[in-house]
């Protein structure tokens, strides 16, 4: 059985994005560096733990495919069949499928039922009621006011008219703010989208028509329901999945590890949401996180982070074009008298009772218990990967020496990178728990957490004697016995089915 890489990437990653093929060079360059690194430990190590009879099942398992920009562009092929079967253009086509997540028979079905309604969902096609309200035809610009010729004025479906050079000059400042799918008609309250074969006749340089068009494969992947961008710093491939889940996912490039959902690190049993509310936690204690706590947000909508800039509470999202309460975070054309709700400073009239204050140091107290315990797992992940970095130098070693081959001292470069890969789940436990409510399931998830925990310093400590027997520090030998090697790998099996069984009982659930 395969563990949860189960990643098939191309070898023609020159294609990627159009680059030259020296980044190739690089690429091998860089997985040469890459070789045992602590980030690997899940490779090879479940194999080696079923041979001991650890429970066939993963709950980490997750299909994924690594592809490249041309594998990428290729599965991208639902556009001829949606543009054929709504009878609009590739390039219209493409904004349907964005605005509805690349969901083809949803799509169709929706075409069937209501196709006007479905084109003015997706911002294609104005409603019925704002083409019943388009003003007439006029000789002016309605940016620049000036008196054009007719055939100089270009519009969209909404009919709405402007000259070529406030377009061209529209189009140029958004694409160079990174704008790609989202570009819309310049007409107040016109929320119609522009595609690429309206934009691109209007950029006046071939660099800015190459920046748009990655920027609209960036927004086509990241619209899409089974694709996710590798975060790795400029690296080209698209993973894909079946069904999208919060599950690790591992890039064959640049061996970037991150949750295939959220695009954050692995994050293995707490939930996207909770894994994020737990790291800004962590964070306030410094003055950049009270900073963002005080001068950024959240779009409502579609969850980027915001700078509040000025002293207008009305806010506009860069991205999505979302309007809100900078206080509240509520619609703001549904806003209306609410508005006083959300400045208005609701005091607490027990707020200099002894008990809020107790309440106060009983939730710090709990917050420091929990984060105390996630931070020193993370110190631990970094000591332990000092111990596996010794231990690979000593195998080596050994071999070039002809003190055996590497398969006889495999277990010791296993069970660190088994001890890694436990100990990364159980610092992610505490996150959870923080969150959780009180309850039997509460108290059921803290008995296996503290099996876990149990297991993975027993483990723990063995690799640390199995490494300093190695280094000539315990005994003189150099080498452990049958026995203790024996009983390193049966501690290997307890702590990998107790990881599995936490995982079984409390991820996505």
């Known amino acids: 059985m395969s563990v949860d890489m189960n990643s098939q990437a191309s070898d023609s990653n020159e294609e990627d994005f159009g680059v030259n093929s020296e980044e190739e060079d690089e690429e091998d360059g860089g997985e040469e560096e890459d070789q045992g690194d602590i980030e690997a430990y899940y490779e090879g190590v479940a194999s080696d733990v079923e041979q001991q009879g650890a429970d066939s099942f993963d709950p980490e398992e997750y299909q994924f495919t690594c592809l490249t920009y041309k594998e990428s562009q290729r599965l991208l092929a639902e556009v001829n069949t949606v543009a054929n079967a709504l009878k609009v253009l590739p390039a219209v086509a493409k904004l349907i499928l964005v605005h509805f997540h690349w969901q083809v028979t949803q799509i169709l079905d929706r075409y069937k039922s209501n196709s006007s309604l479905l084109l003015s969902d997706a911002l294609v096609q104005p409603s019925s009621t704002c083409r019943s309200a388009t003003a007439p035809q006029s000789l002016h610009c309605g940016v620049c006011l000036q008196v054009v010729r007719r055939d100089a004025l270009l519009a969209?479906?909404?009919?709405?008219?402007?000259?070529?050079?406030?377009?061209?000059?529209?189009?140029?400042?958004?694409?160079?703010?990174?704008?790609?799918?989202?570009?819309?008609?310049?007409?107040?309250?016109?929320?119609?989208?522009?595609?690429?074969?309206?934009?691109?006749?209007?950029?006046?340089?071939?660099?800015?028509?190459?920046?748009?068009?990655?920027?609209?494969?960036?927004?086509?992947?990241?619209?899409?329901?089974?694709?996710?961008?590798?975060?790795?710093?400029?690296?080209?491939?698209?993973?894909?999945?079946?069904?999208?889940?919060?599950?690790?996912?591992?890039?064959?490039?640049?061996?970037?590890?991150?949750?295939?959902?959220?695009?954050?690190?692995?994050?293995?049993?707490?939930?996207?949401?909770?894994?994020?509310?737990?790291?800004?936690?962590?964070?306030?204690?410094?003055?950049?996180?009270?900073?963002?706590?005080?001068?950024?947000?959240?779009?409502?909508?579609?969850?980027?982070?915001?700078?509040?800039?000025?002293?207008?509470?009305?806010?506009?999202?860069?991205k999505c074009k979302h309007d809100f309460c900078w206080m509240c975070l509520g619609d703001w054309k549904t806003h209306g008298s609410e508005y006083y709700e959300c400045s208005r400073y609701k005091e607490n009239p027990d707020i200099v009772n002894q008990s809020q204050q107790a309440q106060a140091r009983e939730a710090l107290k709990k917050y420091l218990f929990y984060f105390e315990r996630w931070e020193n797992h993370n110190k631990s992940l970094q000591l332990e990967a000092q111990t596996y970095h010794r231990i690979q130098e000593k195998i080596q070693e050994r071999v070039m020496n002809n003190l055996g081959t590497w398969i006889d001292w495999q277990y010791l470069h296993n069970a660190a990178k088994l001890l890694a890969k436990c100990r990364y789940t159980l610092q992610y436990t505490y996150p959870y728990a923080y969150y959780m409510e009180s309850g039997p399931r509460k108290?059921?998830?803290?008995?296996?957490?503290?099996?876990?925990?149990?297991?993975?310093?027993?483990?723990?400590?063995?690799?640390?004697?199995?490494?300093?027997?190695?280094?000539?520090?315990?005994?003189?030998?150099g080498e452990l016995s049958a026995s203790d090697r024996g009983d390193l790998e049966n501690q290997m099996h307890i702590a990998e089915q107790k990881r599995r069984t936490l995982l079984k009982d409390f991820h996505d659930t």
């Open 156 to 318: 969209l479906p909404c009919q709405h008219s402007f000259c070529k050079a406030c377009w061209e000059q529209h189009c140029t400042v958004l694409v160079k703010d990174g704008m790609g799918v989202g570009i819309s008609c310049m007409a107040q309250d016109c929320s119609l989208h522009m595609h690429e074969d309206f934009v691109l006749p209007l950029l006046p340089a071939e660099e800015l028509k190459d920046k748009y068009r990655r920027y609209l494969f960036r927004d086509y992947i990241q619209s899409h329901f089974q694709l996710q961008l590798c975060p790795g710093a400029d690296c080209p491939i698209v993973i894909k999945v079946q069904e999208p889940r919060a599950r690790r996912v591992q890039c064959s490039r640049c061996s970037e590890v991150f949750c295939f959902k959220c695009r954050q690190m692995y994050h293995a049993p707490t939930d996207c949401a909770t894994i994020r509310k737990w790291l800004t936690k962590c964070a306030d204690d410094s003055e950049t996180a009270n900073y963002i706590s005080a001068h950024t947000k959240d779009c409502p909508k579609c969850n980027i982070c915001i700078e509040k800039n000025g002293g207008c509470n009305h806010m506009q999202c860069s």
């Open 443 to 477: 108290k059921l998830f803290e008995y296996q957490q503290a099996q876990l925990e149990a297991e993975i310093e027993n483990l723990s400590w063995k690799v640390e004697r199995a490494d300093s027997y190695e280094r000539g520090v315990v005994g003189g030998e």
